[in-house]
């Protein structure tokens, strides 16, 4: 039997969460159900598909990188919200969400696995963003090949200097353009992300740095589910399952 505490203390302490700064998220335990969990869902984002699958699964608790609840605080429970919190009441589900230490751990996290998928090597991590470097440069149509193959879809968005090979590679999964302005110094010559704004464009253009644009949900799928295998050797007794929602963007 695994305890809701047990869980909640395990994952706190394996994902770093006092070390890691987060602006946005409420890490942990952010709907506290049934004490005593055999089942999880693992999932991206606290969707109430998902939230709905889990339920019909008759899980005891779930596990996202996108919870309900954000650090700008609730200030009324609209129907959105309502409806997704009636879900986990009904079932008597915990809901689990870690969002930048799930992007910011060194070995299972959205960055360094994607960095070690795309054949590179992470050699720094620098707030949440991996860099990596490849043994040898890779050119760049071979590159977007290796991000189509791993992320299931072609990149949204792939700036050009297309004759240039890619060798020093930063990494920021989801939302995370902003991030490139905190490791543009270390050298990096492409920079590879979930989504981007209009500014991003320009801005990147003007940094002199080729970016790849590849989904915000396509590049976060990485986290969860590497953190679903490290659960089921640390609690065997557990039983867990990724809940797939795939979203172009």
Same mark, same amino acid.
């Given at each position: ?23 946005w ?15 999880i ?21 779930v ?51 994607? *960095? !070690? ?15 990596? $470097? @490849? %043994? /040898? ?19 949204i ?5 297309e ?21 543009? *110094? !270390? ?5 590879l ?5 209009e500014?991003?464009?320009? $801005? @990147? %253009? /003007? ?43």
């Open positions: 039997m695994t305890t809701q505490g047990a869980l909640s203390a395990f994952l706190h302490d394996f994902l770093h969460v006092d070390d890691v700064p987060d602006a998220c409420v890490n942990g335990v952010q709907v506290p159900g049934k004490t005593e969990i055999n089942k869902a693992v999932g991206v984002s606290a969707s109430r598909n998902f939230l709905q699958h889990a339920a019909e699964w008759q899980a005891d608790a596990l996202v990188h996108h919870g309900l609840f954000w650090n700008k605080g609730v200030r009324t429970i609209d129907s959105l919200l309502s409806k997704r919190l009636a879900i986990l009441y009904k079932s008597d589900i915990s809901l689990f969400a870690y969002h930048l230490p799930l992007d910011a751990h060194p070995t299972i996290g959205n960055n360094a696995r994607i *960095a !070690q998928d795309l054949q590179a090597t992470t050699y720094d991590m620098r707030d949440i963003c991996a860099i990596a $470097e @490849f %043994a /040898e440069p890779v050119q760049f149509s071979e590159f977007l090949s290796r991000c189509e193959t791993l992320f299931g879809q072609a990149p968005f792939a700036s050009p200097k004759n240039l090979p890619v060798k020093k590679l930063g990494i920021c999964s989801g939302g995370g353009a902003d991030f490139v302005y905190d490791i543009v *110094a !270390q050298g990096i010559d492409t920079f992300t979930g989504e981007i704004s500014h991003h464009f320009h $801005e @990147f %253009a /003007e940094l002199d740095i080729r970016f790849v644009v590849c989904g915000h949900y396509a590049t976060e799928t990485f986290g969860v589910r590497a953190l679903q295998t490290v659960l089921q050797k640390q609690f065997p007794e557990l039983e867990l399952s990724f809940f797939s929602e795939p979203c172009p963007v």
